[in-house]
């Protein structure tokens, strides 16, 4: 799944010059991407027009993204983490784009 965000101070800073409304036009967040880009004119919607196409939804992606899970190996993942000596590991299952990050029997991915 696509994802760009502009640079930008931190979210208090952020809002305390420019206010609201600047935030969400220029959100820093790239975890926001699906919502920013729905933003005519923001940065993000610049980026994916220019990257993409300026008629080309985030949906196109999803096909890809979800073919992509289904060689998901977390055997591989969890070795990987044992082996930089990770101690503490927090998957998300589900973003705020409605996808699930791997395939699941307790959701269905469509």
């Known amino acids: ?4 965000a502009p640079r930008a101070a931190g979210l208090r800073d952020v809002i305390a010059q420019h206010g609201d409304i600047y935030w ?3 959100n820093p967040y790239a975890e926001w991407y699906c919502q920013s ?8 919607w610049r980026y994916h027009a220019k990257t993409y196409g300026e008629n080309t939804p985030y949906d196109t992606f ?11 190996n977390p055997e591989a993942w969890a070795d990987l983490f044992a082996r930089v000596g990770a101690r503490y590991v927090v998957l998300t299952t589900k973003h705020h784009d409605d ?5 699941s029997r307790m959701a269905k991915i469509d």
């Open 1 to 4: 799944m696509p994802g760009w």
């Open 24 to 26: 969400f036009v220029h």
């Open 37 to 44: 880009m729905l933003i005519e004119s923001s940065p993000t």
């Open 62 to 72: 999803v096909t890809q993204f979800t073919e992509s899970t289904r060689t998901w």
């Open 99 to 103: 996808l699930l990050l791997w395939p």
